[in-house]
């Protein structure tokens, strides 16, 4: 499939069609942020038009954006919100979303009672991570767990202060052992295993696998894409009826 990598401001349209290099255009692949879309409007004119006119397929949705955000999870696990979901999706929810909060210095239901977040927040630091709500990467991510209390105390004074933070609830996470190498030689090591399932349509269409040694999965952080398999049971190819000699013995 011929591809090009392309700036948006080279972007054009003409006769109804996204050009790109000269040539048409009929499916994308987005690297450029929707920050940097917002922030440089201008220069991203032409990818915005010929998504809204639907002159190719933008394969990363810039409806994306808000799930990328880490507040909709604050969102989901909100017992003001309940009413927005039916059962099965409370069930979901529970299941699958870890509770989350904006940091801010007030009170939040917890569990079907009222506290005040911020003593909350510092009592249960080893349970708990602090990220901000509009970035990727790993960028900004505090665990709990791996933080004294003085520097989590701080992190918690700035995304106070900053605004644009989110509190989570801390989820183990499976480790496993791999075989990596080393200096030359094949050593185990224990590593965070990150598998995270595409769906599409409602459908399980793959996964996204990322093993770490460290606390964080991203890439940027330190983390490593893997390939996923499946696996099933080996038939016995080497199995073949016996003759009648060797059933006689």
């Not at 450029?32 to 879309?37: H, P």
């Not at 507040?71 to 989350?100: Q, S, Y």
């Not at 791996?146 to 996470?173: F, P």
Request: charged share 30%; net charge positive.
């Amino acid at each position: 499939v011929p591809a090009v990598i392309a700036d948006p401001r080279d972007l054009s349209i003409d006769r109804g069609r996204l050009i790109a290099s000269g040539a048409p255009v009929d499916l994308v692949y987005r690297r450029v942020l929707i920050n940097d879309i917002v922030s440089r409007a201008p220069d991203c004119r032409t990818l915005v038009d010929g998504y809204r006119q639907r002159l190719a397929c933008v394969a990363n949705t810039l409806r994306c954006k808000i799930a990328h955000k880490k507040a909709f999870f604050a969102i989901l696990t909100d017992e003001r919100h309940a009413d927005l979901f039916d059962r099965g999706e409370h069930d979901v929810i529970r299941a699958h979303v870890p509770w989350t909060r904006v940091v801010h210095d007030g009170r939040v239901s917890r569990g079907g009672s009222t506290i005040d977040l911020l003593p909350h927040l510092r009592a249960r630091r080893e349970h708990l991570v602090l990220k901000p709500n509009d970035e990727y990467g790993g960028t900004g991510v505090t665990l709990g767990w791996e933080t004294g209390a003085s520097d989590w105390d701080a992190a918690l004074d700035r995304a106070v202060r900053d605004g644009g933070w989110v509190a989570q609830e801390r989820i183990a996470i499976r480790r496993e052992s791999f075989p990596v190498c080393e200096d030359g030689a094949i050593v185990e090591r224990t590593m965070l295993v990150d598998l995270a399932p595409y769906v599409f349509r409602g459908r399980l269409s793959g996964f996204l696998t990322r093993l770490s040694a460290t606390g964080l999965a991203n890439v940027t952080s330190g983390g490593g894409q893997v390939p996923s398999f499946v696996a099933t049971a080996r038939m016995d190819t080497d199995r073949r009826p016996q003759n009648n000699t060797e059933a006689d013995r």
